[in-house]
Every structure is written in structure tokens, then in C-alpha cells.
């Protein structure tokens, strides 16, 4: 019998509900998969509802963790299998190697000594980085990382030598932990959508189709473009910008569900780019905008009173080279104007949606539903989008719901 | 948005559709994916996303008033691109055999030949009817019935009197119902094309420019099959139906010669009778050619069918299986005949004779009756949308063809 908490993913979700669960008196452990917390919001420009930048939610939230003795975090660490029951479950976790100390807080002279360059995925490929890196400048925890794979062992010799003596630590090893909780609280997130599985909408075949989530890192300032939402064929700022909604989404031969963030993210996104330039004209084809809620709703009128911004009611089912170098055709079929609709953008947009990580990556000890969001079962509560789509809003109070299951949880069985 | 209109959904029709093979249009959600994907669907009017709407709310005249459902060739891209699995390839085949009752004349006759005992019930009569001609012919030349004596020869049993008393009011029939059914859905999709001239009349065609300007380049296509070899996923699907198609084309041919050699010259001069032809006569070996290939044709038909509606690619009703054992044993009927008459063997042969007879009337009777019947009102529907296309250009209707057919006809040889 156990009355500690574990807490899986470490984003907007697992962070609310570990320090809630925390801050109401229960030993937490948190779990995180990459090197830094915060998941996907971490990645974002800008967040609903007040569009401030990803720090203004999670810096209060980094320091209820720092600060809360009750919490222990594991980064780089995977969930490897849960057995036992409500009260008593056992958990075996994996915790890879950092391949630095807790000292080692800038990466800059093993940088400038690494040469090979490996596509950047916090970035979603949009460039590069070394073998020893930070996922981004606000990383919590503020600790390098050292890729050992990702160059050759001279080059990590080279970066070791580089960096101040005892910094980097190449041979260390990944570390197998076993824990004894109570109840589980699963916030495993989400991945956006693979666009590539959309035959007719060509992502793989053109550089400017890019998905909303490229945007979203394009858009920050400290982004592969520095806050400009650029071509990636040219990087010069695109006069035209198509918006293709619901894709992958609402589509029982991809996601069969509506991803909930998409229409928001877009008219979000619409945002950056007329502040990037204020001549851009914006057509968002779409099948329903689905803005819930009275803020929301605002938003969306606000957006819908912009002249320069379009809105076609339909889907765009083909996307296909444009007239101009590097510009593409959006088709589909105005269902309120009537006509198909070939409408060529500099650079077009796949408001591709959430599809949960239990999709692809799932734990053994944790039950799943078809599309991968985890089934709640005594003792293991999901939330976030581990649990449905949802917004950073709705993720929040979920959490919060699921620290008070898990806290009645340990009390029952304790 | 200046006058409102209320819509009122008939229920019957929705019902009707869904009975059909529609079940699934209530699922559509009109994200217009299908009309897109499409690969038949045109700029101005694109198909299938506004039919599925119109299906679902019961609209039943701006069904009727739209030729585009007779565009679409049923390749299943639509279906299997759906969000929604709501298969507006199935829907639109099932507003089509809908559209093909509604227009039927006499309805009774629709229904008898749509299910697989009505078609099996009228096969069956047939034959009964072609046993009481043949008998009753037997008392008039002396052959003994039903199997004359002596080499087998069909002439024996019927000569063209008989067959003609048979054939010829069914061919009055089939004729007055199909004219019936091509005008008054011809006079629906024109009153849906909504040109109305000051006087309140619509715009009709004369016959003339009709059939020079609109029918010849639609037959041209519908030869070629340049729309079906255009039908994504089931392209494979239009060469087992030009095969088919031409193979009717060649057994009308040779059947019109022998009938007019046989009935007309040979009657006149009193030469006796032209069949059985020998083998090596040009017009036999045509003949055969058209039988084998009828033969290869439906098969080829009937294997894909079959493996696309496993696949759930498209789904299969009970009409388009009937038709196509309908020709297949119009076909077998007719290549049977042949060789048992060559084997001689008397009972055998006489007997798959009439059966012949019997499933060809069958067929001919089921043209505008039937899934069959879209070869009419394809047909109907290719000729029209060119015609729309002038009119809505200004081009054509209320007398405007005759001022402009000098320069269509430079614009189409331009185009050629």
C-alpha cells in the first residue's frame, strides 16, 4: 500500500495536477519523456485564453514544482510497465541518460565544437542543432543534453573537452527505477497528426505546405525564423496564406474525432501572420468553425471582421502545384458560393489535430481505447488530451479533477 | 437571403433512396470532400456534395431536376475519401435507380423487372408465349413441335412473321416509354437549369441542332468512354463496358442486316431463307466476334463488381446484379444456341433457342425500365450538360443556336 501519486508527462496536464496533487500533501512523482517540462504548450507562440507566451502559464508552475519538497521528477524517463491494483500499483521506469550534470547549464562551447548537425525536432525539422543542445531557451529543467548518437564518438570526445571540466558525463548510463504508488494519473499528451498519411494533400511533395504546429514555432521569437511565419522554399514572408482545416480531423479514415484546438489555433495564427504583414490576404477553408464558448466566440467574430481574412465553407481535398515558384493550389468546393474554388497561396497551412500518444506509444498495465486515449480505471485517472482533445484551459481544470481522483484514491485504500 | 423558403421534405423519396442502396446519406456531414476528389465532377456544377444534401432533406424535385447524377460513373472515390463513410458513389447510384422508377411508364412494369422473380417470373412467360406462337406457327407450316425434324434449323420453329408479331409491339413499347422517359426528365433538369425567357418559357433545343451539335460529339464520348477510363479507382471497370457496349453495337449491326436481308431481299425475290448463315460468312464471323465479346465483356463486368463491392469499394443492389445475368444469359443463350443447332442436336438446341428468345425480349423489355435505362438517360444527361453550358453561356435556347453555329463549328474543329 501506497499513498504517493505518480503523475505521467510532465506538459501543461501532469504539471497542474502533480504540483495540485502535491500541494494537497501527497509524495508526487512526475515523469517526463523529454528533457525539458511542458510539453507541447512549450512549443506554442502564443496560448488561449489570453495569448501570452508559453512562460506566463508555466513559469508559476516550475515554481511550485522547484519548490515543493513533496515533488520528485524524472526527465528523459519512460514509463516502462504498471502492474497491480487502486492503492498498489508497481512501476518500473526507465530514465535515460542526460549525459551532463545539473551544473551544466550553457551548451554554447560544446556547440561551437560540434559539427555535425541533426534536424531539430522541437522544432519539427524546421532547422538544426548539435549533438549537445537545450530544446529551447526557457528549458526547465535549464540543463544541456548530450546526444550521444547523434555524432560520431571523436566529435563527443570534442564536445566533452570542450565544455567546462566535469560538465559532460558521456558514459553515463540510462537508470531503471521501480516505485510503489497508489494511483496513477495518466497525461500523456498528444502528437500532432502525421500529415503525410493525407494522400491528396501532398505535405511530403511541397516545401510551403507546412502544419499549424510549424507555425506555432515559426511564430515565436525564439523559433527557427525568430518570429516571422515564413516560406520555407524561400523564407521571404508569404503574401497569401490558406488555412485547410480539419485535417486529418473529423475523418473516420484518419483522426474519426474533431481535435478541438484546430479552428482556435488558425484564427490564432491568423494573428501572427497579418502582424507579420499587414497586406496578406487569408483564406481559411473550412467545414464548420467550432469556437466554444463566449471567448471564443468573440475571438472568432473579431477574426471574421478582418477583411483580409477569407472564410470558404468547404474542405480542401487536393492540393497541387501553383502558377509562381514555390506557391500551391488549395481546391475545394465553396458549398455557400457554389463552384469548385483553386485558390493558389504562397504558403498554406494543415490545421492538422491532436492525436494522443497512447496512439502510437502505449504502456503495458495502461488500457486504451481505439483511437489511443487511455480508459479510466480505478486508481489510474487520464487527463488532458490523454483523456479527449482538449484546449490548455480545459486541460487545466481536468487535471486538477484528476489530482483530487487520485488523492480520494490513496485515502480510500490507505 | 431576400424570401425564405420553406423546405418540404418528401419522406417517401428520402425512404426510397436509402431503400435503394442510400443508407448511409444521412451521415454526410457536407464537407465536400467528394466533390472535389471527384474525377468527373465539373467546375461550375460539381458533383456529388449537393445531391447528398438535397437527399437528405428529401428535395425530390431538384433531384429530378439535376442531370449531374447521370455524370457520375460510380468509380468509388468519393466513397472511400469520405470522412464520414457516408458513400455518396453508392447514394448517387441509388438516386439513379430511383430517378429510373420515377420515370418509368408504366410503373408496374418497373417494379416486375427490378426484382430477381420479377425478371425470372418474366423470362419464364416469355418462354410460354414463344411455345404458343411456335405451336400455333407449327399448325401453319407442318413442322412438328417442338422440335421440327431434319437438320436444325431455327427458321423451322420461327420465321421472321412469328418473331416479328412477338418482337415488334415489345419494340413499340420499349420505344413509346423511352421517349416518354427522356422527355419528361429532360423537361425536369431544363426547369432546374432555372433560364426562363420573359415570356416564361424555357429553353428547348430544335431537333435539328439537337442531334448535330449535342447528340453525335455525347455518342462520341460515350464510344470512347473518355469519362469512364477518367473514373479513379474502378477505371478497370470501363473496359469490360466498351467491350460490352460495342459488342451490342456489332449484334444490333448484324441483326439489322439479317433482318433486312432476310424479311426484305430475300422475301421479295423469293429466295427462301438467308439462315442459318455458314461460318465463313463475313457477317457470321461478326456475329460471333460481337457474341464472344459480349460474353468477355460481362464477365469482365461481373468479376469486378464483385470484387470491388467485397472490397466495399461500391455497393452492389440487387438491380446490378439482374443486369448483369441478364446479359450474361442473353449471351451464353445465344453462343449455346449456335452450337448445339452446328451439333445438331435437336431437343437441346431448340430448347436453349427459346430460351434465347425469351431472355433477349426480357432484356430489350427491361431498357427503360431497369438499370438498363442508363443508357438513356446517360445519354440524355451528356447531351445536356453540353447544351447547358451554351445556354448558360448565352450561346444557346430561345432560337440563339442558329445565329451562332458558324462560329461553334469553327470552335469545335479548333478544339478537335
Redesign the interface.
Given at each position: 500500500m501506497s499513498n504517493s501519486i505518480l503523475v505521467v508527462g510532465g506538459g501543461f496536464s501532469g504539471l497542474t495536477a502533480a504540483v495540485e496533487a502535491a500541494e494537497m500533501g501527497y509524495d508526487v512523482y512526475l515523469v517526463e519523456k523529454e528533457s525539458y517540462m511542458g510539453g507541447r504548450v512549450a512549443q506554442l507562440n502564443k496560448y488561449f485564453p489570453k495569448l501570452c507566451p508559453p512562460t506566463c502559464g508555466l513559469e508559476i508552475n516550475f515554481k511550485r514544482l522547484k519548490t515543493n519538497p513533496r515533488i520528485t521528477f524524472y526527465n528523459l524517463a519512460e514509463v516502462e510497465s504498471v502492474s497491480g491494483s487502486a492503492g498498489n500499483f508497481n512501476v518500473t521506469l526507465k530514465v535515460n541518460p542526460r549525459g551532463t550534470t545539473p551544473q551544466c547549464t550553457s551548451c554554447k562551447a560544446g556547440e561551437e565544437a560540434a559539427t555535425t548537425e541533426v534536424p531539430n525536432e522541437f522544432n519539427f525539422g524546421l532547422d538544426t542543432r548539435k549533438a549537445i543542445y537545450k530544446a529551447h531557451p526557457m528549458a526547465y529543467p535549464n540543463q544541456c543534453v548530450l546526444d550521444k548518437d547523434a555524432a560520431p564518438a571523436d566529435e563527443i570526445s570534442a564536445i566533452a573537452s570542450a565544455m567546462p571540466a566535469g560538465h559532460v558525463v558521456p558514459d553515463q548510463e540510462a537508470e531503471t527505477v521501480q516505485l510503489n504508488v497508489g494511483a496513477i494519473i495518466m497525461a500523456t499528451g498528444w502528437k500532432p497528426y502525421d500529415p503525410a498519411n493525407m494522400d491528396?494533400l501532398c505535405f511530403n511533395s511541397f516545401e510551403n505546405v507546412v502544419t499549424n504546429m510549424m507555425v506555432e514555432r515559426m511564430a515565436s521569437p525564439s523559433g527557427p525564423t525568430e518570429g516571422k511565419v515564413v516560406r520555407p522554399s524561400d523564407k521571404e514572408l508569404p503574401k497569401t496564406v490558406g488555412f485547410v482545416q480539419?485535417a486529418g480531423s473529423?475523418?473516420?479514415?484518419?483522426l474519426p474525432y474533431c481535435s478541438y484546438i484546430c479552428c482556435m489555433a488558425t484564427l490564432k495564427q491568423v494573428t501572427y501572420i497579418r502582424e507579420n504583414n499587414p497586406d496578406a490576404d487569408i483564406y481559411i477553408f473550412y467545414?464548420d468553425i467550432r469556437s466554444p464558448g463566449r471567448k471564443y466566440e468573440n475571438f472568432y467574430k473579431k477574426i471574421k471582421a478582418d477583411e483580409k481574412v477569407h472564410f470558404i465553407k468547404?474542405?480542401?481535398?487536393?492540393i497541387k502545384a501553383g502558377s509562381a515558384p514555390g506557391s500551391v493550389v488549395l481546391?475545394?468546393?465553396d458549398?455557400i458560393g457554389?463552384?469548385?474554388i483553386e485558390q493558389e497561396v504562397d504558403l498554406a497551412v494543415l490545421a492538422t489535430g491532436m492525436q494522443p500518444t497512447g496512439a502510437h506509444d502505449q504502456i503495458p498495465g495502461i488500457e486504451y481505447d481505439d483511437d489511443g486515449f487511455v480508459v479510466e480505471k480505478d486508481g489510474i485517472t487520464p487527463c488532458g488530451c490523454a483523456k479527449r482533445p482538449v484546449d490548455v484551459v480545459s486541460s487545466a481544470q481536468s487535471a486538477t479533477a484528476a489530482a483530487l481522483r487520485a488523492v480520494q484514491t490513496v485515502r480510500r485504500a490507505g | 437571403m431576400s424570401e425564405l423558403t420553406k423546405v418540404q421534405p418528401d419522406l417517401a423519396f428520402i425512404k426510397g433512396v436509402m431503400e435503394a442502396g442510400g443508407d448511409t446519406v444521412n451521415k454526410c456531414y457536407q464537407c465536400a470532400t467528394c466533390s472535389v476528389i471527384c474525377p468527373l465532377s465539373t467546375e461550375e456544377s460539381p458533383f456529388p456534395r449537393k445531391e447528398m444534401l438535397w437527399a437528405q432533406w428529401g428535395l425530390a424535385s431538384k433531384i429530378a431536376g439535376d442531370a449531374d447524377v447521370w455524370l457520375c460513373h460510380q468509380c468509388g472515390d468519393c466513397s472511400s475519401y469520405c470522412p464520414r463513410g457516408a458513400q455518396p458513389g453508392d447514394v448517387l447510384g441509388a438516386i439513379r435507380n430511383n430517378a429510373i422508377k420515377y420515370y418509368a411508364e408504366p410503373k408496374a412494369l418497373a417494379n416486375m423487372l427490378t426484382t430477381t422473380s420479377g425478371v425470372l417470373g418474366t423470362v419464364i412467360a416469355a418462354m410460354v408465349v414463344w411455345l404458343i406462337v411456335g405451336y400455333l406457327w407449327s399448325l401453319h407450316t407442318g413442322e412438328s413441335f417442338p422440335f421440327p425434324e431434319g437438320t436444325v434449323a431455327y427458321h423451322k420453329l420461327f420465321t421472321f412473321v412469328p418473331i416479328d408479331l412477338v418482337v415488334l409491339p415489345v419494340v413499340g413499347l420499349v420505344v413509346w416509354a423511352s421517349y416518354k422517359g427522356i422527355t419528361s426528365f429532360w423537361a425536369d433538369i431544363n426547369k432546374g437549369l432555372g433560364v426562363v425567357s420573359y415570356t416564361g418559357t424555357t429553353a428547348s433545343p430544335a431537333l435539328g441542332v439537337l442531334l448535330s451539335r449535342y447528340l453525335v460529339p455525347a455518342v462520341k464520348e460515350i464510344l470512347a468512354h473518355t469519362r469512364f477510363n477518367k473514373c479513379g479507382q474502378t477505371a478497370e471497370r470501363a473496359k469490360g463496358h466498351k467491350w460490352l457496349l460495342w459488342s451490342f453495337i456489332i449484334l444490333f449491326f448484324v441483326t439489322g442486316i439479317v433482318f433486312f436481308i432476310n424479311d426484305f431481299v430475300y422475301l421479295l425475290l423469293g429466295l427462301g431463307h438467308f439462315t442459318p448463315m455458314p461460318l465463313y460468312n463475313p457477317i457470321k464471323i461478326l456475329a460471333n466476334i460481337g457474341a464472344i465479346m459480349m460474353i468477355a465483356g460481362i464477365w469482365m463486368i461481373l468479376q469486378m463488381r464483385q470484387q470491388k463491392t467485397e472490397e466495399g469499394t461500391l455497393k452492389s443492389s440487387e438491380q446490378d446484379w439482374i443486369l448483369i445475368w441478364l446479359i450474361f444469359s442473353v449471351g451464353a443463350t445465344g453462343i449455346g444456341a449456335e452450337f448445339f443447332r452446328l451439333l445438331n442436336l435437336a431437343p437441346v438446341a431448340y430448347t436453349v433457342y427459346i430460351i434465347h428468345l425469351a431472355t433477349v425480349v426480357t432484356l430489350f423489355l427491361s431498357l427503360p425500365y431497369t438499370k438498363f435505362a442508363h443508357m438513356l438517360y446517360r445519354t440524355t444527361a451528356y447531351v445536356y450538360e453540353q447544351w447547358r453550358k451554351d445556354v448558360l453561356a448565352g450561346k444557346a435556347g430561345f432560337g440563339m443556336e442558329k445565329e451562332i453555329i458558324p462560329p461553334a463549328e469553327t470552335v469545335s474543329k479548333e478544339e478537335e
Open positions: 491528396n480539419c473529423r475523418d473516420q479514415n484518419h467545414i468547404g474542405k480542401v481535398a487536393e481546391v475545394a468546393e458549398t457554389g463552384g469548385k | -
